[in-house]
């Protein structure tokens, strides 16, 4: 997390800069309320030095609520104490202000009551445990019972694998102060504690099976009725489960996308070993699985305990299963679209590397994946061959939906001329968002960064990007891109610029840019950038056709301020004009 620090005067700044110099990830500016809005909400930390009066005046339009609220800290320029103004347990403010306090030696400032009265942080043990609170509004009278108590009187759903602290009492649910239960309804004979505060353990996994074209609606209605009828919470679903084949029921993805909830998919084979489940022959023949709702409830819950068996409703059968750990641990599938650069993999970036490291599948095209082949010891690889970029991206889908790790490798950065944009049209066209799949684009160094750094400095003014195949995009399209960057005094930079089904299309680029620019405009030709063969040459517009170009090539074309010095291809950005 990041921390913004604020000072006002010279003395602060002294102390804004001392704590900078020993916090990662922290910059200092000068106080400016109108910045403070844009940071607020940006999860980041913090910190004052000055005044408590100027902060509290400062803060209070933007305070919204302890959940989502900034941890916030005061210091004196003096630096001797350390106040934890807001956000002490849930955003951590507490601890930080005691890191910040070690750092300048100064003495830290908590006034929550439960630090004070040396009682467990209620709010924040909640958070710990991962339970969903149902009535965040009781907490404050709660946390006031338990101060003034000294302890807290606590119902625990029996099987919770919940370790209670030395200050919280186990009672009945009559007496509890607060219910760790996924129960809705207790029988109460007699009056019970007012003000119980309900924290829902997500421990609850839910098989469903559908036919197809099932509604939203209708699973909605079918979820909820048969969750009032068995008396359990709805809150305390940690997820849905089913067989992988309905993971793009439009009605079950919606479904789940409005409620926020995980869906883990089995494959037949793997709901075909499950135990002691009664086997339907209508679902063996539609889908390939003895049953679906059991098994992948019992599977989901990590083989927990069927608590409601299998319950048909029109198109839908449910069934549930309680896991034997409280919040088991569910991840949606991950799909990295990785840049892997030039092709050695010491150009790669450390984020790339840990995106192929955390990665169960490799995808690519063979080419760049040989390059980092020393990266793929226990691996499973798949390879294609140029032009099945469809295929690729295809499978690379498929696999994570089926609950995979998978990286799509692209040579250069995957945003580039390369696979980042066709997953998001294959995503869009099958209606899957980031609710069924993580995505994480991992840039890499493209091909016009690695040439432009051969050649000097020649993309330091605007720039226009252009592909000379037409394989995707009419030629005519092409040649009117290739005018207007001209026209416009453009640095062009060609990619794909000659094959050997495409000679021709690097003459006529010519043609059109050598209507706008002079015969001695700098080109810089550079092919298989910071790889083996390398090749680097600098010439000019009426001479560069004359040497060796193809579809490793990447040629940048300079404008009318271009120039030649020494050995390197220079653009001025127009910074000693301006002095």
């Known amino acids: 997390m990041e921390t913004t620090i604020f000072f006002i005067t010279q003395r602060g700044q002294s102390v804004a800069n001392k704590i900078k110099q020993n916090l990662k990830d922290s910059i200092v500016l000068r106080f400016n309320s109108d910045y403070l809005k844009d940071v607020w909400q940006k999860d980041q930390r913090l910190i ?28 004196d320029e003096t630096a001797r104490y350390v106040i934890s103004l807001l956000s002490g347990h849930l955003g951590g403010a507490n601890e930080f202000a005691k890191e910040i306090a070690a750092i300048l030696n ?20 909640l958070k710990g445990q991962k339970l969903f609170i149902e009535n965040l509004e009781v907490l404050p009278m709660v946390m006031t019972r338990f101060i003034n108590n000294g302890t807290l ?13 030395e200050d919280f009492l186990t009672v009945g649910p009559a007496f509890a102060d607060m219910l760790i239960t996924n129960k809705i309804r207790f029988n109460i004979c007699g009056c019970k504690v007012k003000e119980q505060l309900i924290a829902r353990p997500k421990n609850l996994f839910v098989g469903i099976g559908c036919n197809s074209g099932t509604t939203k609606e209708e699973i909605e209605k079918a979820v909820f009725s048969l969750f009032e009828r068995e008396n359990l919470s709805v809150n305390s679903i940690s997820a849905f489960a089913s067989i992988d084949i309905k993971k793009r029921e439009l009605g079950l993805r919606d479904f789940l996308k409005e409620h926020g909830t995980p869906l883990i998919v089995f494959s037949a084979n793997e709901l075909n070993t499950a135990r002691d489940i009664e086997p339907s022959e209508p679902v063996l023949k539609a889908t390939g699985a003895k049953a679906v709702a059991e098994p ?13 068996k299998k319950n048909v409703t029109g198109n839908l059968t449910l069934a549930i299963a309680q896991g034997k750990e409280i919040s088991t641990s569910v991840t949606k599938p991950a799909l990295y679209i990785v840049g892997t650069g030039p092709g050695e993999t010491f150009y790669m970036t450390e984020q790339a590397k840990e995106a192929i490291k955390a990665s169960k599948i490799i995808i690519g095209y063979d080419t760049y994946v040989e390059q980092i082949r020393d990266l793929l010891k226990g ?42 944009g066709l997953v998001f049209e294959l995503l869009h066209k099958a209606n899957i968002d980031s609710h069924d799949i993580d995505i994480m684009i991992v840039p890499g160094i493209s ?133």
């Open 48 to 75: 004052f030095v000055m005044s408590t009066g100027i902060v509290i005046r400062t803060i209070s339009p933007l305070l919204n609520d302890k959940k989502i609220d900034p941890p916030v800290l005061v210091i």
């Open 106 to 125: 100064a003495e830290p400032v908590i006034t929550t009551s439960s630090d004070l009265n040396n009682l467990t942080p209620l709010d924040l043990w």
């Open 153 to 165: 009187r606590v119902y625990l759903d029996e099987g919770l694998d919940i370790t209670l602290p």
């Open 296 to 308: 992948s409830a019992i599977m989901a819950s990590g083989n927990g305990t069927l608590i409601v």
């Open 379 to 420: 691996k499973e690889v798949f390879t294609t061959t140029m032009t099945k970029e469809t295929e690729r991206c295809q499978k690379a889908i498929d696999l994570s939906l089926s609950g995979n790790t998978v990286a799509l490798v692209s040579g250069g950065d995957p945003g580039i001329y390369a696979m980042a």
């Open 447 to 579: 091909a016009l960064n690695a040439c432009a750094g051969r050649l000097g400095a020649p993309l330091m003014h605007d720039f226009a990007c252009i592909s000379l195949s037409d394989r995707l995009t009419p030629w005519e399209l092409i040649e009117k891109r290739l005018e207007s960057s001209a026209k416009a005094d453009l640095v062009i930079v060609l990619y794909n610029p000659k094959s050997l089904s495409r000679q021709e299309h690097i003459k006529i680029a010519k043609e059109i840019i050598s209507k706008y620019r002079r015969p001695d405009t700098p080109v810089g030709i550079v092919s298989r950038a910071m790889r083996e063969n390398e090749s680097v040459i600098i010439t000019n517009l009426k001479d560069f056709l004359q040497h060796e170009i193809d579809m490793q090539t990447t040629i940048i074309i300079g404008n009318s301020q271009t120039f030649i010095w020494d050995k390197w291809m220079i653009t001025p950005r127009g910074y000693i004009l301006k002095k």
